[in-house]
């Protein structure tokens, strides 16, 4: 089993805070293994089990709640007052009325309380209004790369893996499938994908139209990476089908497949005038995989854009707010403002080998100048420093702790 010591790290850091830990992802991100990975650490710490209350509700014998009082009266009574309880509710979202189950056990003092959800509804519902301020969110992901490399430990050739990482799925059960068959790991994802787009979006939200939905799944997939608005993909699906598609249907489709975890916004953000933009933003599917089910996807193809997505998911890892940058005329791939308010700058390319590519890519930071970090990442083995910009190998770059 993979330690995935960047999420541990931050339980452990929150370990008897007063604050809900709500940990969100896509399903089978290994959200409900985190938690037992991190159950098991307190338990060797000293805690005993008794003290360790743990209910995932995908469970068969969980699955019968039907009232959220019921199941915090059980809850409660194998809590003595006068000691301290870890409480975990994995997937606590199946609860009706979750929310209330959850703001009535943070009332108690001894309890440290986590849960889990495969969908941002956790966030956007009654939740987010009953507990401002008192509940922290870590949003779980795949494997990074490095976490990859650790799963496939046997093979030596780091090229090689990183060529399959950005061609293949890095969910942990397809990383494991994949040691023995590519068509379970296709029959895997299958599932997964429709679980979200039928259960977590079309059920929930009472969708009529579900090939509508595909559509736009797929259209959204197979442009990872480029500039969309509501308007323009109405426009492009508009074009190629006699059944008509609103762009106020698009944009609220857009929503419910950032709130599957699924897809994640990258909002645009003018770097001179210091504002969001509201229009062209750019959207980046959680596992790659996933487009080898819903497009013509090749192996090996597209690659700057599929490296521009195994980049996006790292800054999210490492912490801060993910843009698009504009800056006059010319586009930054990412800016990234992290947590103490400083800024750093990243240009995306497979390659500046050719002379245009490299003045075309470097040249974007032209107008920049202030004195935040610059990156220039590439698969190049070459590293630099030219006129203040760093030019990394994004492997080493992804390795780096």
């Known amino acids: ?31 409900s293994t985190l938690l037992e990975t991190f159950k098991n650490e307190l338990i060797s710490s000293g805690i005993s089990d ?60 001894n309890i440290d309380l986590y849960v889990t959800g495969s969908n941002a509804y956790l966030l956007s519902s009654e939740l987010a209004t009953l ?49 023995n068959s590519n068509d379970l790991v296709n029959d895997y994802l299958q599932s997964i994908y429709d679980t979200v787009i039928i259960k977590d979006i079309a059920q929930r939200h009472k969708l009529r139209n579900i090939d509508n939905l595909h559509r736009i799944v797929s259209f959204l997939f197979d442009s990872v990476g480029s500039y969309i608005s ?28 950032t709130q599957s975890y699924i897809l994640y916004k990258a909002p645009r953000y003018d770097i001179k005038g210091k504002e969001l933009l509201s229009t062209n933003e750019k959207y980046y599917i959680v596992d790659l995989g996933l487009r080898n089910i819903t497009t013509t996807n090749k192996y090996d193809t597209d690659l700057g854009h599929k490296l521009e997505n195994v980049v996006y998911f790292e800054l999210l890892r490492r912490g801060g707010k993910v843009y698009v940058g504009k800056y006059k005329d010319r586009e930054i791939d990412f800016v990234v403002q992290k947590p103490n308010n400083q800024i750093e700058y990243y240009q995306v390319a497979f390659t500046v080998n050719s002379e245009k590519t490299f003045k075309r890519e470097i040249s974007a930071f032209d107008n920049i100048k202030d004195s935040y970090p610059k990156y220039l990442l590439t698969l190049d083995y070459d590293t630099n420093n030219i006129n203040g910009v760093k030019k990394v190998n994004v492997i080493d770059w992804l390795l780096d702790d």
């Open 1 to 31: 089993m993979i330690i995935r010591d960047t999420y541990l790290n931050k339980l452990r850091k929150l370990k008897d805070q007063n604050l809900i830990k709500v940990i969100t992802g896509i399903r089978r991100c290994g959200k």
């Open 50 to 109: 008794k003290n360790i209350i743990f209910i995932n509700f995908e469970e068969r014998e969980n699955i019968t709640y039907s009232s959220w009082v019921i199941l915090y009266d059980e809850i409660i009574a194998k809590v003595n007052t006068n000691e301290k309880y870890y409480i975990f509710l994995d997937e606590v979202q199946l609860i009706d009325d979750f929310e209330k189950l959850v703001n009535s056990l943070f009332t108690k003092k």
């Open 131 to 179: 507990l401002t301020g008192r509940y922290i969110a870590i949003n779980v992901q795949p494997y990074s790369f490095k976490e990859y490399l650790l799963a496939n430990e046997n093979t030596q050739n780091t090229d090689r893996l990183f060529r399959k990482y950005i061609n293949e799925s890095s969910f942990p059960e397809s990383v494991t499938l994949s040691k």
């Open 230 to 257: 509501p308007t323009n993909i109405a426009k492009q699906l508009n074009n190629n089908s006699q059944k008509s598609i609103s762009h106020n249907t698009i944009s609220k489709y857009l929503d419910f497949l």
